[in-house]
């Protein structure tokens, strides 16, 4: 089927940057988010996005907004890419809903980056049409999208989300439904063991990026990234894989879980490992 009509629930980091890269390919958006304020929020940061590409060559804001149409609830649409916070319950709710609201043919896809496609699945009557698209941050920058199939996932709705991620620009990779997945059972060990060498005393934060960086030739340090991602993120993800993995090294390290607690989550509350101006 032709994927031209993409219902976006969540209108955050993720979500605004699906929709946008969504809109600038050409296709239509119904971007939704239950959280008061957060679907404006998310527009004026698409259109910021925009523009600081289009001074570079990339699309026009006033041709790609436009294809962006904000909505109260869950509405019909030929493919929904969900996008809220890393939480299997309030996933599932969402995936219950879309599975009532959505057309028989339509698939519903998540953007979760550790909570099994195969659970979500579960919650909908077309186990065969829920699939993973995980995106990378910033999505309109970083060409991965990870393609996860559940137990039930068929071919053609593998084959689909495949085209649909080719056809924006990105490179995908398809993964099976482990807990993490690829990605981030790498990532996610990597910025917590980054973690327990600050909490150690090993090293300051900037000397641990700064290490990871030039050592690893990696463009960004691990606790930077963490702050990018959110904190409280990368402790959810972490407590996925302890309990999926049955192992205790997936234990969030002490001090990211002291940081949540505080408020301290990155870049979205404007401190974290690192501090950040308004």
Request: with cysteine; proline share 6%; charged share 20%.
């Amino acid at each position: 089927m032709e994927l031209e009509h993409v219902l976006v629930v969540g209108a955050g980091q993720m979500g605004g940057g699906i929709a946008q890269v969504l809109a600038a390919s050409g296709r239509r958006v119904s971007l939704h988010d239950a959280a008061p304020g957060a679907v404006e929020r998310g527009l004026a940061a698409i259109e910021k996005s925009l523009t600081k590409l289009h001074a570079k060559g990339g699309a026009n804001p006033a041709e790609v907004l436009p294809r962006i149409r904000p909505v109260d609830d869950i509405v019909a649409a030929d493919l929904m890419i969900e996008a809220v916070v890393e939480d299997a319950g309030v996933k599932e709710r969402i995936f219950r809903r879309a599975d009532d609201v959505l057309p028989d043919e339509a698939i519903l896809a998540s953007n979760t980056s550790s909570i099994p496609i195969t659970s979500l699945a579960a919650a909908t009557s077309r186990p065969q049409q829920v699939v993973g698209m995980h995106f990378f941050n910033p999505v309109p920058v970083l060409a991965l999208v990870e393609v996860i199939r559940g137990l039930e996932t068929s071919d053609e709705t593998t084959a689909a989300i495949t085209r649909l991620a080719v056809d924006l620009g990105k490179t995908p990779a398809e993964a099976r439904d482990l807990p993490g997945f690829v990605s981030n059972r790498i990532l996610m060990p990597f910025i917590n063991e980054a973690a327990y060498a600050v909490l150690e005393g090993v090293a300051e934060p900037d000397a641990v990026d700064t290490i990871a960086k030039l050592g690893f030739a990696h463009p960004i340090g691990p606790l930077a990234l963490a702050d990018l991602i959110g904190l409280d993120t990368c402790v959810a993800i972490m407590e996925v894989l302890q309990h999926g993995l049955g192992s205790p090294k997936y234990a969030p390290c002490p001090l990211l879980r002291q940081y949540v607690q505080a408020g301290r989550l990155g870049r979205k509350t404007g401190r974290g490992f690192y501090e950040y101006a308004a």
